[in-house]
């Protein structure tokens, strides 16, 4: 099998996976570990993952729970995997996860100089294509179908409204453009009950039973779904707790009247350091996205929260008066690390101080 890049590049490999072909962007990711949890990310969908760490699926694939039901990368493209892993809760190897749900993957690639060159040139669109096909990335890309980016979040969010109990008092409506589990879990332990919708749905009529608004992850380009932007309006006029993670924070960012813009290889890891530019304490964070808040275009009722220290990108943005916030990393951090899972005990604490001021608010009207 062979990795063929738009730029004219040809890697071999040995298949792992399934028998297929795909098509997709190109992106790597620096983690350590967490491919269960990286392979099952929504925010993956429509695109071939490359895995800079030398090796995976060291621990097989435990019984889960896992970020989505199924595998959603494209393909997968590793140094060396481990068919014979050893971990007690592995119920089967990686490979024969990857072939049960019909993705392809290679080894025997040198992951970190694919890397590199992703560093020096950007991702960029790649085929992974069985032996004996097409030499060139033009030829396999005319062949092999790809997803429709501009409409990926159809993909990945459910097809109607559905309601968890929560461990607190306090219910929230989760705007899913692709969340992944991880966040409804954190919601139910730290907030109180969630009610997930999906982002094309009428999600307005729901905001009268609600406390707070989550903006979940996600695939694609924000400026694909500016409709779903503008509508995020009628959540800020109600100027209820609202807080949005990686795409939502996107989403929100342009409802405010920002810019977005794409990077250039992106950020995809579970060791990105950024910083919270008012106590300028630094924190280690799971990320994975494509795009970035242009924080020079905040109106100025808006401010940065959180900046990345590798390049300097913006990493979070909060009103400065309101309980509007978001960031671009991900706090509830499968599979980890959990130095920002406070961030959900902030949201239930912005939570009960608006029902609190709100209740008051409601005996004076009496």
């Known amino acids: 099998m062979r ?26 990711n620096t983690g350590l570990t967490g491919y269960v949890e990286t392979l099952t990310d929504p925010s993956y969908r429509g695109q071939i993952l490359v895995m800079t760490y030398p090796l995976q699926g060291n621990y097989g694939v435990p019984p889960g729970p896992y970020e989505s039901d199924r595998i959603q990368v494209a393909g997968l493209v590793v140094t060396r995997h481990s068919a014979r892993p050893s971990h007690h809760a592995a ?31 950007g991702t960029m669109p790649g085929c992974l294509v069985a032996p004996g096909r097409e030499a060139s990335f033009e030829a396999a890309a005319a062949r092999v179908p790809a997803i429709d980016m501009s409409r990926v979040c159809d993909l990945v969010t459910p097809r109607e409204v559905v309601r968890y109990d929560g461990q607190g008092s306090a219910r929230v409506l989760l705007i899913d453009t692709g969340a992944k589990e991880s966040i409804v879990r954190s919601l139910q332990r730290r907030v109180g009950a969630v009610v997930r919708a999906p982002y094309d749905a009428p999600w307005e009529t729901l905001l009268g039973e609600v406390d707070g608004v ?16 503008d509508r995020l309006r009628a959540v800020l006029a109600r100027q209820i707790p609202t807080f949005g993670i990686c795409l939502g924070h996107q989403l929100l960012a342009r409802a405010v009247g920002a810019k977005t813009y794409k990077l250039k290889y992106g950020h995809r ?18 990320q994975n996205h494509g795009y970035a808040v242009d924080d020079a275009s905040l109106p100025s009722d808006w401010a940065p929260w959180f900046v990345n220290l590798n390049d300097r990108s913006n990493e ?21 690390p959990h130095d920002t899972a406070f961030l959900f005990d902030d949201l239930a604490r912005m939570i009960h101080e608006h029902r609190t001021t709100r209740r008051h608010e409601d005996r004076r009207a009496t």
């Not at 990795?3 to 790597?28: K, M, N, P, Q, T």
């Open 3 to 28: 990795l063929l890049l738009a730029d004219g590049s040809s890697i071999a490999g040995a298949s792992f996976g399934a028998d297929a072909e795909a098509r997709g962007e190109v992106v790597f």
């Open 91 to 121: 119920e089967r190897t990686l490979g024969e996860w990857l072939r049960a749900e019909g993705v392809p993957a290679i080894e025997g690639v040198d992951t970190r100089t694919l890397t590199r060159r992703l560093r020096e040139h």
């Open 214 to 229: 989550m903006l979940s992850n996600g695939p694609g380009d924000p400026a694909d779904l500016q409709s779903l932007s």
């Open 269 to 286: 890891s579970q060791n990105q350091p950024v910083m919270d530019v008012d106590t300028q304490r630094a924190y280690v964070t799971s």
């Open 316 to 336: 979070g943005i909060r009103h400065r008066h309101l309980p509007l916030r978001s960031v671009q990393f991900h706090p509830e951090a499968a599979a980890g």
